[in-house]
């Protein structure tokens, strides 16, 4: 077998497909390219087929994990997940994890302090916020430390909830289902009561 063509990709620039006896048979981007030394007129064994098509199967998914993780920060959890859904090889999921914390791509720290931030956005309570941490994979001191933030303030997120909810016809006017909604999210009931301003009695 022969590499007898090797194109650069029109929609990527960065890839280029490989024609073995004149027809398409794998691509690989341009780093592969100079680090596997092919070119044209370039003898290939069926060994170095299998073992290059591995190669441009392995980079594609790179290429493709890259994006997905800088669409918005990511725990690690989640992105083994999403490795996980693409049926990739135990191997390769800790050589990505490895190279995407090393270059900053994937770090739990700032994926907390992101998701914090989105979630005070939404007024959800302290505690609503650590339990989707958790199951997000953020636990022990990571979890410990991003819920230690100064942004953090349940009685700042329970008034903005209170005011929003009270704009509402079937919170308007009844401050115990109002009361049993914002416990329901996670709020302590004595800062629920605090801030109602009035007397809530629990069925």
Do not use: C
């Not at 991003?146 to 329970?158: F, H, T, V």
């Amino acid at each position: 077998m022969k590499i007898t063509a090797i194109k650069q990709q029109i929609k990527n620039p960065e890839r280029v497909s490989i024609f073995v006896d004149e027809k398409y048979t794998f691509s690989l981007s341009l780093d592969e390219l100079v680090k596997e030394k092919l070119k044209k007129g370039q003898e290939l064994s069926e060994a170095d087929l299998k073992r290059l098509k591995k190669i441009s199967e392995d980079g594609k998914l790179r290429s493709r994990s890259l994006e997905w993780l800088l669409g918005r920060p990511h725990s690690t959890r989640e992105f083994k997940d999403y490795l996980r859904r693409k049926k990739t090889e135990a191997e390769l999921v800790d050589q990505l994890i490895t190279e995407f914390s090393q270059k900053g791509y994937l770090d739990d720290a700032k994926f907390a302090a992101w998701f914090i931030e989105m979630r005070q956005r939404r007024s959800k309570s302290p505690r609503a916020i650590r339990s989707e941490l958790l199951g997000k994979g953020i636990a022990g001191e990571a979890l410990a430390e991003a819920m230690q933030s100064d942004d953090i303030n349940e009685e700042a997120a329970l008034k903005e909830l209170i005011t929003k909810k009270q704009k509402q016809p079937r919170y308007k006017d009844d401050n115990l289902k109002l009361a049993k909604y914002l416990t329901s999210q996670g709020f302590s009931y004595d800062i629920v009561k605090k801030h109602l301003a009035k007397d809530i009695t629990q069925d």
